[in-house]
C-alpha cells in the first residue's frame, strides 16, 4: 500500500515537475494574456490555486486507496 501511493506521489510530483517545466518555456514567448496576468501579479493567485487543487486531488486519491485496500482486507477474512 505504501509503495502504491509513493509510487503515486512520485509519479504525480514528476508530472508538476514537467507541467512547470513546459509553463517556464511558455514563459519566454511572453503571451499577451502572460504578460497581463504577470503586471497584476496574479499569476502567483493561479499558481496557488492550482497548487491547492492538486495537492487536494493526491489527498483524496491516497484516502480512497487506503478505504479500498482496508476494503480488500476485509474481504480476505
Known sequence: MINKAFSFCLTLTLLLVS?????????????ALNEFFRSNDKIYVIVGVLVIIFLGIVLFLINLDRKISKLEQRDKK
Do not use: I, R
Open 19 to 31: 507541467v512547470l517545466a513546459n509553463a517556464q518555456q511558455q514563459d519566454t514567448e511572453k503571451g
